[in-house]
């Protein structure tokens, strides 16, 4: 039982961790709050790929004369690239969110859904 | 007024240390962890700092939104151009085997070195713009102070 | 088949864009116009090379590129067959029409000083699309769809109603979702094979079918794709997104941006993974064969309930959209011809159909269904060429509607399923309610009072000759249907040939 | 012992982050829980990996998001939560269900005989120092094996700089 539980407990957080950021992404009606949401999501699949790279006894992946294993080294690679994927999701967000905010007035999405009921022909 | 003259003369002290440790990074991504994407960063952030600090517009009066507009293009267009001598030189696109060193070894290391530099540009400039047009309001150019 | 083959081409479909959607701000500080040049020039040239490629894959079969010149699976691998052939050509072709057509109906739209940076980002749709199909490698894919979603946001966002913000803002909530679902779904299957080659994958997968991991990984990829694709019920963000988009922007994405992501379905579906895999390991074929069917119904019904044209255009591409996620899954030879071709046929007609809209923007500012009273006397170009595409989504004989669902329908009746005949016909019935409402009214209803002031007149030539020639190819492909179609019967063959 | 300890917090953190109010602190318990993960990937040997997360995830993407409370509303409104809450919840706990369907037949956590590490990996171990002549295997495959991926990740950045420009520009920009 304590290897089941210590061999998969990474990914078991990892699984955890996007269920409450996808919790937060589709539950809260908050623009930034689900941004927030989005970066714990997609932190988790982060995780979940390091995790995968981790080799028992492995140094890391720095040619070294002592080293004997190494962890391998393309999850690494991967999620770099994801990281900065990421970022820049996360920006693109935050722009759309201050425009939303100037246009609309307000950042939760229960009261953007109500002013588009009532369209006021508001134009720039 | 004093803390804020303090808080002042600390940062202008610093950002040439960290820009100094960003191209450290980019450069020796080689051999140690870090890179264009990490040192980019960096250098973004000494520049954001400094901003933060002195205000948006004498941080913009330091990097211009022109300047900034380029270097994004600039960036990728080295990584890009180096991709393309490869395939000029008569091998694969990005094969920096085929650039004309003597030693493959060093090809690669001066590659690297190149497209890593292409990296950190285009990085550090768009981190300064997305900072700055995020943090911006309106045509005052209202500093934010940290 | 030959040994496959190794050339430059398909690098430069990827990077001659790249490089140029990067250089447009520069080149607009130069000049103004260059912006709107460069989109035109670069896709053009990518059109060219993407015709010259597709006859190389005809003669020898599969063209590779190795970059970096890192032999597969140890590097990045662009390969390209007949199937993402066929889509690189009418990726670049719609580019073309799109970028020409962009040039006047951009500058009514977006602010003048943002044009070099609108280009750059139009550059990068195309870009990101381009990356998309020609890729042999999955992570690479799931880059490049970055790259498209990215731009695709932004662009959406540029329309004129502050309502473009929200569905742009939707749209990347749940692309973000799909996408982070395909990179969970890419760490799933390298971590039972250790390999991102799509070639090497398709090798090292079938020993592991039955692995719950394997199972999740493919989950995963139809979930992330079908948000991608679109697919009932996980269109909800394509109506508004379609709507209030600039009008270049709409007919950009209608034509392409669904299509690129059937595309990567099909690819993951009968490349990565085999038939045999979606037919018999798990019930995959059965439940998108429903979801399709559905989609179909309830897009086409959608359609028929919408005040705005866009928005009944984009409704109708939902069940569009059910066409060809139907046929790909009778896995069967005809039915896939029938998805290959609808893929081109679909891009073709919404193509038109949302230039036309767009033109009428441009000229009358009418955008609901019922502004279009009497249009046909005001724009009578343009309507005929609305009217053609409309004929063609009903599937009049002679379109190229009719040649999708021939195939379609007798692929259905190939897999013995006849139940989906009565699908198919009940919808092109919807689709011929709608259409024709709209028809009639161009034709046959006096125009409101504020259209009656507007003079009779077409718009530039630069926006009238796109819609021309996509309304022209509807017929032409529907007369002349054995190109596309045989065509599309070799990738439907490497598609689903040892399916048993 | 130390790992499930920092993995358990991880996990306490993003809950804090999606359930307070304030959305000023929940971005600075999200920047803490970026910093966290860069903790863990420091002791799963991912040192590039953590810096990167470290100095993006807590420091640009905080920035970022200070800087977008400035410019729009600081508290999160009180809602009907039981509207969202249920369809929700099911479509997690479905989310959930699948993804741990999938790890029952994971290899090990740490496994050296897991099938990642033995088809593609091996060359990059041998190969980065004499194939590129670069000793951190990360930066080899990042700039060379897989260096147009790294293309690929610039052209993200730089679509996402362009972005910014279009939506938040304003007219007048002198200089």
């Known amino acids: 039982m304590d290897e089941l539980i210590l061999g998969k407990y990474n990914y078991w957080v990892y699984v955890a961790l996007m269920m409450i950021g996808f919790y937060a992404v589709i539950a809260k009606p908050n623009l930034i709050k689900k941004i927030i949401g989005v970066n714990i999501f997609q932190t988790a699949v982060f995780l979940f790929y390091i995790s995968i790279g981790k080799v028992e006894g492995g140094t890391a992946p720095i040619v070294w004369d002592q080293a004997v294993h190494y962890d391998n080294p393309i999850p690494h690679v991967l999620i770099l690239t994801a990281i900065v994927v990421s970022v820049s999701t996360t920006a693109v967000a935050f722009a759309l969110i201050i425009k939303i905010k100037e246009r609309f007035g307000t950042i939760e999405e229960d009261q953007i859904r109500d002013l588009r009921r009532t369209p006021t022909g508001e134009e720039t | 007024m004093g803390e804020n003259i303090i808080r002042r003369t600390i940062t202008r002290l610093m950002v040439p240390f960290i820009q100094l440790f960003a191209l450290y990074v980019i450069v020796h991504g080689d051999s140690g962890p870090g890179g264009g994407f990490q040192g980019g960063v960096i250098l973004g952030a000494s520049f954001i700092l400094y901003a933060i600090v002195f205000g948006s517009e004498a941080g913009r009066r330091r990097v211009p939104a022109p300047v900034t507009d380029v270097l994004s293009s600039v960036g990728v267009l080295i990584y890009a151009g180096i991709g393309l001598l490869c395939l000029l030189l008569g091998s694969a696109f990005l094969d920096y085997r085929a650039l004309p060193f003597k030693d493959p070894h060093l090809a690669g290391h001066y590659g690297i070195f190149g497209i890593e530099i292409g990296v950190g540009l285009t990085v550090a400039a768009v981190m300064v713009t997305i900072f700055f047009e995020t943090a911006h309001r309106g045509e005052g150019g209202e500093t934010r102070d940290g | ?500 | 012992m130390i790992d499930i300890l920092l993995l358990t917090l991880l996990v306490l953190c993003a809950l804090a982050a999606v359930e307070m109010r304030d959305l000023l602190s929940a971005g600075l318990v999200l920047s803490g829980y970026s910093l966290l993960m860069a903790v863990v990937w420091t002791r799963l040997n991912a040192v590039d990996v953590a810096f990167t997360e470290a100095s993006v995830g807590a420091g640009i993407t905080t920035v970022l998001l200070i800087a977008a409370l400035s410019r729009t509303d600081r508290g999160e409104a009180l809602v009907s939560r039981t509207r969202r809450e249920i369809p929700s919840l099911i479509l997690i706990l479905l989310t959930g269900a699948v993804l741990v369907y999938g790890t029952l037949d994971m290899p090990d956590f740490r496994d050296p005989g897991a099938p990642a590490h033995h088809h593609v990996a091996p060359r990059y171990i041998e190969g980065s120092a004499h194939e590129v002549g670069v000793v951190n295997m990360v930066t080899a495959i990042l700039a060379a094996y897989r260096g147009y991926d790294t293309l690929g990740e610039t052209t993200v950045i730089f679509t996402a700089g362009m972005s910014v420009i279009l939506l938040l520009r304003r007219r007048k920009q002198r200089g």
């Open chain 3, 1 to 500: 088949m030959n040994e496959p083959q190794l050339t430059p081409l398909p690098l430069l479909l990827v990077f001659i864009p790249l490089a140029s959607a990067v250089m447009t701000p520069l080149l607009a500080r130069i000049h103004r116009s260059l912006a709107a040049l460069t989109a035109q020039v670069v896709t053009a040239v990518s059109f060219v090379l993407a015709c010259v490629l597709l006859d190389r894959v005809a003669e020898v079969g599969r063209v590779v590129y190795w970059l970096g010149n890192w032999e597969p699976p140890f590097g990045i691998e662009y390969s390209v067959d007949m199937l993402n052939g066929i889509v690189l050509v009418l990726v670049s072709f719609i580019g073309v029409v799109v970028s020409v057509f962009a040039r006047e109906s951009v500058a009514s739209e977006i602010d003048e000083e943002k044009h070099p940076f609108f280009y750059a980002m139009f550059l990068l749709l195309f870009t990101g699309s381009m990356g998309i199909v020609v890729t042999g490698d999955i992570f690479n894919l799931y880059v490049f769809v970055e790259i498209s979603s990215l731009s695709g946001y932004t662009l959406i966002a540029m329309g004129r109603n502050r309502e473009a913000l929200t569905a742009s803002y939707n749209y990347l909530i749940l692309g973000t979702i799909g996408a982070t679902f395909i990179l969970l779904g890419i760490g799933h299957l390298y971590m039972m094979t250790g390999t991102l080659n799509m070639a090497d994958l398709a090798k090292l997968l079938p020993p592991l079918y039955k692995s719950r991991v394997i199972l999740t990984a493919f989950a995963l990829f139809t979930v992330g794709l079908s948000i991608k694709l679109a697919l009932f019920p996980l269109h909800v963000w394509m109506p508004n997104a379609y709507t209030h988009a600039p009008s270049a922007v709409s007919s950009l994405l209608a034509a392409t941006g669904t299509k690129v992501a059937a595309y990567v379905l099909l690819r993951v579906m009968f490349t990565v993974f085999h038939p045999n895999f979606d037919l018999n390991v798990i019930p995959v074929t059965r439940i998108l064969l429903v979801l399709a069917s559905i989609a179909i119904l309830a897009g086409s019904m959608l359609a028929i309930a919408q005040t705005n044209l866009k928005r009944m255009l984009a409704y109708s591409s939902v069940g569009q959209i059910g066409y060809i996620v139907l046929g790909a899954m009778l896995v069967n030879r005809t039915g896939m011809t029938g998805a290959l071709v609808h893929i081109v046929n679909h891009a073709l007609m919404k193509g038109t159909l949302f230039l036309a809209a767009g033109a009428i923007v441009y000229k009358t500012g009418v955008e609901t269904v019922e502004g279009l009273k009497g249009m046909g006397r005001k724009m009578p170009v343009t309507m005929a060429a609305f009217t053609v595409a409309a004929l063609s989504m009903v599937g009049v004989p002679l379109t190229v509607g009719f040649v999708s669902k021939w195939y379609l329908a007798l692929g259905a009746l190939d897999a013995g399923m006849w139940y989906l005949l009565v699908v198919i016909l009940a919808s092109s019935g919807l689709n011929a309610i709608y259409f024709w409402r709209v028809v009639d009214w161009i034709y046959f209803a006096r125009p409101s009072k504020e259209l009656e002031s507007v003079p009779a007149g077409e718009v530039p030539w630069s926006m009238l000759v796109p819609t021309i020639v996509t309304a022209g190819l509807c017929i032409l492909l529907g007369v002349q249907a054995d190109l596309p179609v045989s065509l599309a019967e070799q990738a439907a063959g490497l598609l689903v040939g040892g399916a048993h």
